[in-house]
């Protein structure tokens, strides 16, 4: 038999056998009479799949940071940055009114000055002037000692905060490219706003979390590039990337 009878029958009831003598079923006869076949029942369309980004993870970085209730946290105020004294005016003039310089002058002495003698009188402007000289030096004696016991108070309740802050100026990224001087400024930039954000936070995961930003950057953005974009296109295609042996 040719090869045309094996492919097209011998024309017995249009029935072709192959080589090992099976026989193929002829196949199924067309509906007669317009008569449409059943249309197989429509799947359900899949839902899309939302393309991922390596930068998603990393949107937290910019988020405000919260407490266990979920509550924002506030930064701590710099209380080495405010003034140690408030003075009012009209309330230092009222306190300066009521004080007496004269009243441990001599009685007699200030009889004396009343009469005429001019030795008493300059003794009773001296005694008072002593007086007010001897309250100043108090007053401001005890004003000096509770401005530092205030203002130790005050650098002891932020030092935990600085020592943080210089802890985090010291710890450096692991990636080498983030070490280079053109890349510190941006990195240090990125570790003072988070650290603003959040003082209480450790230096090493603020440090962590500001290289895992900047890298992850990088990825998305040598990702985006168009000759990346062909890559993957013809990845997904089957086809042969002949840009890489050319690049090699």
Do not use: C
């Not at 509550?71 to 230092?92: C, E, G, R």
């Amino acid at each position: 038999m040719s090869i045309f009878g094996n492919i097209f029958g011998n024309g017995n009831g249009g029935i072709a056998h192959s080589s090992g003598g099976s026989a193929q079923l002829p196949p199924a006869p067309a509906p007669q009479g317009g008569e449409q076949p059943p249309a197989a029942p429509a799947q359900p369309a899949a839902p899309a799949q939302q393309q991922s980004s390596p930068l998603d993870s990393l949107k937290a970085f910019w988020d405000t940071p919260v407490d266990a209730e979920g509550k924002p946290v506030a930064a701590p105020a710099d209380l080495t940055a405010t003034d140690i004294f408030n003075f009012d005016p009209a309330k230092v003039t009222e306190s300066a009114g009521k004080l007496n310089f004269t009243a441990n002058v001599d009685p007699e002495l200030v009889s004396k000055a009343l009469g005429g003698d001019q030795q008493a009188f300059m003794d009773v402007i001296n005694k008072a002037t002593q007086n007010a000289f001897a309250a100043a030096t108090l007053n401001t004696g005890k004003l000096i000692n509770q401005g530092h016991v205030t203002n130790n108070s005050r650098f002891s309740s932020t030092l935990p905060t600085q020592i943080r802050k210089v802890q985090l100026e010291q710890t450096e990224t692991t990636n080498p490219i983030l070490q280079h001087a053109a890349a510190q400024p941006l990195v240090a930039a990125l570790k003072s706003m988070a650290f603003a954000k959040n003082p209480n936070a450790n230096p090493v995961d603020v440090t962590k979390q500001v290289e895992a930003l900047m890298v992850g950057l990088g990825t998305a953005i040598a990702d985006a590039t168009p000759e990346s974009t062909q890559r993957k296109e013809a990845a997904k295609a089957g086809e042969a990337d002949w840009s890489s042996y050319l690049e090699s």
